[in-house]
């Protein structure tokens, strides 16, 4: 379990931030087998990914994440780095959201309860992606994924009811 997209929710601010981790195809022309990790930078939640490195051993304890060259800090921006610091909330809410699943209830179908975790002095929900109720669209906005429907279908049932 390590695919999918993940939502930080900055609980102090109210910014979030939405990162899809995804094995390529073995086939792949581009990174085969491997586990590309993304930050979404535009509106679209199924394409306007910017890939930004790796994620390795995603299954055991000593999982890392390889930036692409480019991303990668300089000793000066060490501190400052957002990538460094994307990688960070991922390495450290992937074992959380692994054991919330494991204790859900079976017939569990999404993980609804967001999973707190504590980083450089922020407190953040972690919020795994959902379906919309009504049209079954991926759902990656904090307020989508606690309601469980996209703006635009809560806006037709808000019409219609
Ligand atoms: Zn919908």
């Given amino acids: 379990m390590t ?5 930080f929710l900055n609980t102090e601010s109210g910014k979030h931030r939405t990162i899809r981790l995804k094995t390529q195809p073995v086939d792949s ?8 990790v993304s930050l979404l930078t535009g509106p679209c939640n199924d394409q306007d990914f910017q890939s930004f490195g790796l994620l390795m051993d995603g299954d055991t304890t000593d999982r890392r994440v390889i930036l692409w060259k480019k991303h990668r800090p300089s000793p000066r921006d060490f501190r400052k780095n957002k990538w460094m610091f994307y990688s960070c909330l991922v390495l450290r809410a992937l074992p959380l959201v692994q054991d919330a699943i494991e204790e859900m209830a079976d017939d ?23 379906t919309c109720r009504a049209c079954g669209r991926s759902l990656t906005t904090p307020r989508s994924i606690k309601t469980g429907i996209g703006p ?3 806006e037709k049932e808000g019409a219609n009811g």
Avoid: Q, S
């Fill in 3 to 7: 695919n999918g997209r993940f939502t």
């Fill in 29 to 36: 022309d581009w990174m085969a087998g491997e586990t590309v």
């Fill in 108 to 130: 569990a179908e999404d993980l609804t309860i967001p999973v707190e975790l504590h980083l450089g002095g922020n407190h953040y929900e972690v919020l795994v992606e959902t």
């Fill in 152 to 154: 635009k279908c809560a």
